[in-house]
């Protein structure tokens, strides 16, 4: 099982939706990053969390240290929206970086 | 303030090629340093890391190799590329202890 898993690995929905991603981990951590990679393949960071939620423009990241869950939501979808994000935990432990496996996400017009 | 540097964006090599990419990183000192790379359908993995100048650990055996010839310089080398080497490759740094990660744009490589 990995360390660090999301959910769903493709989400495909219609412009306007409420859209929801998941990510759960297995390891104690000090923070919890969001990331989006674009189809080019660039790298963008949304969000570092290591308790509660942030919010950013249409994006909203929230953490349950307890659970060892996170959730990325976005309002208002849009089909630039489109793109794989990603989930990575920095390990309390030795301090690497875990990272998920990515959520494609399609926003169709 | 802090940021990174990651270049090129794309790169298309023939099989049996060399391999430089670098990756600098300003407005701190002494970051830990990793390279991942993200083979095509597949999460980042975590190819190898440096704490330190000529501090070299590697996650993964394979044709790759890295050095760390400056505190906020690390280079990901080749000596002879593969077709299974193709994929995306990230850098990424970050400071001992803490919680923050900072991360390159990323390279595309496609070995042909």
């Known amino acids: 099982k990995n360390e660090v898993e999301q959910s769903p690995q493709n989400l495909t929905a219609q412009e306007g939706e409420f859209i929801t991603i998941n990510c759960s981990y297995s390891v104690g951590i000090s923070a919890l990053h969001w990331l989006q990679q674009h189809p080019g393949g660039g790298i963008v960071s949304l969000f570092m969390l290591s308790s509660g939620k942030k919010k950013h423009g249409r994006l909203i990241a929230t953490i349950n240290i307890q659970e060892k869950h996170s959730s990325l939501h976005i309002t208002a979808s849009h089909p630039r929206d489109s793109a794989v994000y990603i989930c990575?935990?920095?390990?309390?432990?030795?301090?690497?970086?875990?990272w998920g496996a990515g959520t494609k996400l399609i926003i169709k017009p | 303030s802090q940021t990174i540097h990651q270049w090129p964006a794309t790169l298309v090599q023939p099989v049996g090629s060399p391999l430089s990419l670098e990756c600098t990183v300003e407005?701190?000192?002494?970051?830990?340093l990793y390279w991942y790379r993200q083979a095509a359908g597949r999460g980042l993995q975590l190819l190898f890391y440096s704490v330190g100048i000529g501090q070299i650990s590697s996650e993964v055996p394979q044709n790759l190799s890295a050095s760390r010839p400056q505190d906020r310089q690390f280079i990901l080398s080749s000596k002879k590329l593969l077709l299974s080497d193709s994929g995306f490759y990230l850098c990424?740094?970050?400071?001992?202890?803490?919680?923050?990660?900072?991360f390159g744009q990323g390279t595309r490589l496609t070995v042909v």
């Open positions: 990575a935990v920095r390990s309390r432990s030795n301090y690497q970086l875990i």
């Open positions: 407005g701190t000192s002494n970051p830990n």
């Open positions: 990424a740094w970050s400071v001992e202890g803490g919680t923050e990660a900072f």
